[in-house]
C-alpha cells in the first residue's frame, strides 16, 4: 500500500516537471500586433497541456491583460472581466482542459487584434471559428519569426523535487523488494 501511494506521489512530480511555460508571442512582448494574425497563430504552434503557464510581459502603465468570456472575446467587450491583471508580468496557470480567452484591458486594443485565445485539450475547432478572419487583414504586412517558437522550460524547486521524490521512492521501494 506505502508503495502504491508513493508511487501515485512521484508520478505527479513528474507531471510537474515536465510542465512548460510559454512566453505569449515568444521574442514579441503583449501587444497591439503589427500582423493581425500574430495572436491567431501563436498558439496554433504550441501544444498546450495542464500544468503549462502562459506568460504576458507589458509596461504595466500602458496595458493590462484580461481574460473574458467566448462571447466577450468574440465581440471585444471587456466590461466584467473573469479575471483582471496590471502588473506587467501576468502569469496565468493552465489548470483544465478547455479554451481560454485574453484581450488587451486598454481600450481598443481588442479590436487591433490584441487578443489570444489558447485551447487546452481537444478544443481546436472552437478556437479556429474564433480566429480572425483572413479577409479582415488581408492587406496587412506579415513579417515571419525567424527565430521561430521557444517555449521556455520551467525551471523552479518542483524539478529538483521531482529528483528528490525519485531517489526517495526508489530508496523506498528498494527496502520493500
Known amino acids: 500500500m506505502m508503495v502504491l501511494l508513493l508511487l501515485v506521489l512521484l508520478g505527479q512530480e513528474i507531471g510537474k516537471a515536465s510542465s512548460t511555460l510559454y512566453k505569449v508571442g515568444d521574442l514579441d512582448s503583449w501587444g ?3 500582423d493581425a494574425k500574430v495572436y491567431s497563430k501563436w498558439p496554433k504552434s504550441h501544444s498546450f497541456k495542464i500544468g503549462d503557464s502562459l506568460l504576458f510581459l507589458y509596461p504595466p502603465s500602458e496595458d493590462s491583460l484580461i481574460q473574458v468570456t467566448a462571447s466577450n472575446f468574440k465581440s471585444c467587450n471587456t466590461k466584467d472581466p473573469i479575471l483582471y491583471m496590471n502588473d506587467g508580468n501576468s502569469l496565468f496557470n493552465l489548470t483544465q482542459n478547455g479554451t481560454f480567452y485574453f ?20 478544443y ?15 492587406d496587412a504586412p506579415s513579417y515571419q519569426n ?3 517558437s521557444i517555449p521556455l522550460s520551467q ?22 523488494m
Open 146 to 148: 525567424v527565430f521561430g
Open 155 to 176: 525551471k523552479s524547486s518542483s524539478s529538483s523535487i521531482s529528483a528528490f521524490a525519485i531517489a526517495v521512492a526508489c530508496a523506498v521501494v528498494g527496502a520493500f
Open 103 to 122: 484581450t488587451s484591458g486598454s481600450p481598443g486594443n481588442c479590436q487591433k487584434y490584441q487578443k489570444l485565445l489558447v485551447s487546452v485539450g481537444t
Open 32 to 34: 497591439v500586433p503589427i
Open 124 to 138: 481546436a475547432a472552437e478556437a479556429d471559428a474564433l480566429s480572425p478572419s483572413s479577409a479582415a487583414d488581408a
